[in-house]
């Protein structure tokens, strides 16, 4: 079966910087369109990036763009999110998402796998 495990996550001052490792395995990870998500305290899980199946277009949320980049190695079967210039409001669990069908999107439910998160915390 598919499965998406996260790592990296981890507490870091503002200003830090921080790379989230996602490795998937039980499908063709190479066709999937993916994409990262989170979750802060009694918010709403939201968009954060996504990336096309061949790693060619990404695209950012508002609060992302300029300060995270989306990446993928398909030979290794993993995605990433490099974030930088950290603020307390990107404090929240942080989800890996895979989608059969592509293009990218912010819609939750169009994604098809989901791992079991990993959690950022950024304070002083």
Known sequence: QVQLVESGGGSVQPGGSLRLSCAASG???????????????????E??????????????ADSAKGRFSISRDNAK???????GSLKAEDTAVYYCAARILRPTTPT???????GQGTQVSVSS
Do not use: C, D, H
């Open 27 to 45: 499908g063709t990870f190479s066709t999937w369109t993916m994409a990262w998500f989170r979750q802060a305290p009694g918010k709403e899980r």
């Open 47 to 60: 968009f954060v990036a996504g990336v096309t199946w061949a790693g060619g277009r990404q695209s950012y």
């Open 108 to 114: 939750i439910n169009a994604y098809n796998y989901w």
């Open 77 to 83: 079967n993993m995605l990433y999110l490099q974030m």
